[in-house]
């Protein structure tokens, strides 16, 4: 407590070093903020991109009506695919296939 109250009696300044250090450590600081704020911007315009093209192919799914023949329905809007397949075992299959997260497959059971 005494080398403080020292300090802030003192009509010394700081020294030029330790200025420099004070900078470079807020520089990088910002520099890391910048970075983390950008890749955040990046990650959410791609969800967006994703979430408007499986709801457009969800939309487009539930408009056409399978056909009794084969069981399989498949749509593709904008570059995804959407494949709808019903089984004899009360199963029923959906395959979603786009660029940017891959393939998927749910099955469901009546």
């Given at each position: 407590?005494?080398?403080?109250?020292?300090?802030?009696?003192?009509?010394a300044?700081?020294?030029?070093s330790?200025?420099?250090?004070?900078?470079l450590?807020?520089?990088?600081?910002?520099?890391?903020?910048?970075?983390?704020?950008?890749?955040?911007?990046?990650?959410?315009?791609?969800?967006?991109?994703?979430?408007?093209?499986?709801?457009?192919?969800?939309?487009?799914?539930?408009?056409?009506?399978?056909?009794?023949?084969?069981?399989?329905?498949?749509?593709s809007?904008?570059?995804?695919?959407?494949?709808?397949?019903?089984?004899?075992?009360?199963?029923?299959?959906?395959?979603?296939?786009?660029?940017?997260?891959?393939?998927?497959?749910?099955?469901?059971?009546?």
């Open positions: 407590m005494k080398k403080m109250m020292q300090k802030l009696r003192s009509r300044g700081e020294s030029i330790e200025v420099l250090i004070a900078m450590v807020s520089a990088l600081g910002l520099a890391m903020l910048a970075g983390v704020i950008s890749t955040s911007v990046r990650i959410i315009n791609n969800s967006k991109t994703t979430m408007k093209t499986f709801i457009q192919n969800e939309n487009a799914l539930e408009q056409r009506e399978s056909s009794e023949d084969d069981g399989l329905l498949t749509v809007v904008d570059g995804a695919q959407i494949k709808l397949t019903e089984d004899s075992d009360d199963q029923i299959t959906v395959s979603y296939t786009n660029r940017s997260i891959g393939r998927k497959t749910v099955v469901s059971y009546r």
